[in-house]
């Protein structure tokens, strides 16, 4: 069982910066996929692929809409992933999910993922 808590949404300017983080609880943080998903407003029934991270943090895995300007972190040793977000566009306003996989070959499909946080809101204005 893992539990798992995102914190550092906002309201940010476009071309400005955040950094999410998601706490998770459980011992075998470690061995998990990790992802990040969104949800766009008025589109609430649909998990967007965000990024991903393998247990490692060997490799790691993009949208197209984010490569270049998102990197997606992790630390084992504080059962923490990072999502750090540059030159943010209104277009990323959403509620961003963190979740986890105990499947290593788990990328780009919320049904992939075993694991969700409650979520963290994003707003970016023009």
């Known amino acids: 069982q893992v539990q798992l808590v995102e914190s550092g949404g906002g309201l940010v300017q476009a071309g400005g910066s955040l950094r999410l983080s998601c706490a998770a609880s459980?011992?075998?943080?470690?061995?998990?996929?990790m992802g990040w998903f969104r949800q766009a407003p008025g589109k609430e029934r649909e998990f967007v692929f965000v990024?991903?991270?393998?247990?490692?943090?060997?490799?790691?895995y993009y949208a197209d809409s984010v490569k270049g300007r998102f990197t997606i972190s992790r630390d084992n040793a504080k059962n923490t992933v990072y999502l750090q977000m540059n030159s943010l566009k209104p277009e990323d306003t959403a509620v961003y999910y963190c979740a986890a996989s105990a499947d290593y070959r788990s990328t780009y499909y919320s049904y992939q993922y075993d694991y969700w946080g409650q979520g963290t809101r994003v707003t970016v204005s023009s």
């Open positions: 990024a991903a991270i393998t247990w490692s943090g060997g490799s790691t």
């Open positions: 459980g011992r075998t943080f470690s061995s998990y996929t």
